[in-house]
Structures are given as structure tokens and as C-alpha cells.
């Protein structure tokens, strides 16, 4: 019989957050810049962006991103704000249908 990565832990905590954690705004402002802003995060199912052009309209924490499904088929991730204009390139939150 395996272990469960859901069991209990067999040793208590040795370190909880404070009660802050979970309500103060610093706290959050810390943890996207600390913890979001330096690692890997979802933004979308890569089945999304089936084709070519395909893209999505996302905001991580508080930047604003596109994942564009380029024409070689890889997905890449934009800020979706133009540098030159500071306007965003998208409103739209995803490719429209095709007919």
C-alpha cells in the first residue's frame, strides 16, 4: 500500500503563515512579486490555441498577457501592451470563431 500524498503529515508544522497572509494586500503585492513574478504560472490549456494566430487574453496577478500560438505551432507569451503606445494590442479575450 502506497502513500498518499493527501495523508496526513506525520510531523506537525514548523512554520505557518501569519494570519495576515491570507487578508492584507501588502501581503499579496509581496507574494506576486516574490513568489508569481519569478516561476513558471498557468496561464492556459495549450488545447486552447489549437491553430496558428490562435491567441488568449489573460491577466497573471495584475499584467495583462497574450498566449499566441505562433505560425511555427509554438505558444509564446506576450505582454499584451503596446511599448510604443502603452494601449493594450488585444481587448478581445480570445481568437474569434471561424466560420
Not at 505557518?16 to 492584507?24: G, I, K, M, N, P
Not at 499584467?63 to 505582454?79: S, T
Request: net charge neutral; glycine share 6%.
Amino acid at each position: 500500500m502506497g502513500t498518499s500524498p493527501f495523508a496526513a503529515p506525520s510531523q506537525p508544522a514548523r512554520q505557518l503563515l501569519h494570519r495576515e497572509a491570507y487578508f492584507e494586500a501588502d501581503w499579496l503585492a509581496r507574494e506576486e512579486t516574490e513568489l508569481f513574478g519569478r516561476a513558471w504560472t498557468f496561464a492556459c490549456m495549450s488545447d486552447d490555441l489549437p491553430e496558428p494566430g490562435d491567441y488568449v487574453a489573460v491577466k497573471v496577478c495584475d499584467w495583462p498577457l497574450m498566449i499566441v500560438r505562433g505560425k511555427d505551432g509554438e505558444l509564446r507569451a506576450l505582454h499584451n501592451v503596446c511599448r510604443h503606445r502603452a494601449c493594450r494590442w488585444s481587448k478581445a479575450a480570445a481568437t474569434p470563431p471561424r466560420a
